[in-house]
């Protein structure tokens, strides 16, 4: 009998009782991966992790399976992340990926007056990347799609097959709009950026480099890259 495609969060997830069900040896991405190529699960999955943290991911991605089986995402990583906003200010996610290290963060801030600016190219990610935000009513979370970089224009996107947080920026392959931190920042107003963590493939040189004006300021106090 397939499994429900429709659960609204609430109680445990039809997929999550499924894998709860089985022997831990059978709980493998190859059986995540066949489940959601035959339909009988909806890819896009609901995922509680780490301590209080919830997203969504989609299982037709590596990472995200990963994640869906052991229910953890970079543990030890989300309380030093969270010991730098205790003063609040904002938090930059530069390729965010499924977010789930901005969401893994957030129990661990609320009411403190953190604002959360997500940045991904890859187009694939980012309606999820919206849906997830959506999970934390009162919030400030925004989410910005564009290849992070040093100009204004257009860079080009290869999408990976399984693996989607590999995606590179390159020669050719899908269109992207390019967003400078820097104008951002000042577009913005953001006086303090408390904490920034960067995972852009490669392309971390031209992102910071994008990002000059600000950290010459002082604006970006602390970072992960």
Not at 23 to 38: N, T
Not at 65 to 91: K, N, T
Not at 121 to 128: C, E, H, K, T
Request: with cysteine; net charge neutral.
């Amino acid at each position: 009998m397939p499994l429900s495609r429709e659960w609204a969060t609430g109680g445990t997830p039809p997929l999550r009782r499924f894998l709860n069900s089985l022997p831990r040896s059978l709980r493998r991405q190859k059986l995540l991966s066949a489940l959601s190529r035959s339909g009988l699960v909806d890819p896009v999955q609901y995922l509680d992790f780490n301590e209080g943290a919830r997203a969504w991911v989609d299982l037709r991605d590596a990472e995200s399976r990963a994640s869906y089986l052991s229910q953890s995402f970079w543990p030890e990583f989300h309380p030093i992340v969270a010991a730098f906003l205790g003063r609040g200010g904002a938090f930059f996610d530069v390729g965010a990926n499924f977010g789930l290290v901005t969401f893994g963060v957030v129990p661990r801030v609320r009411g403190l007056g953190v604002d959360f600016h997500l940045f991904e190219a890859n187009p694939r990610i980012v309606p999820l990347l919206e849906r997830s935000a959506g999970l934390w009513t009162g919030e400030r979370i925004s989410v910005h799609h564009g290849c992070v970089t040093d100009r204004p224009g257009v860079s080009r996107l290869t999408l990976p097959g399984s693996a989607w947080g590999t995606a590179f920026i390159g020669e050719s392959g899908e269109p992207v709009p390019n967003l400078v931190l820097d104008d951002y920042i000042a577009d913005r107003g953001i006086e303090r950026v408390a904490f920034m963590k960067m995972d852009v493939e490669g392309w971390e040189p031209y992102a910071l480099k994008g990002a000059e004006r600000a950290l010459a300021a002082g604006k970006i106090e602390a970072g992960f890259i």
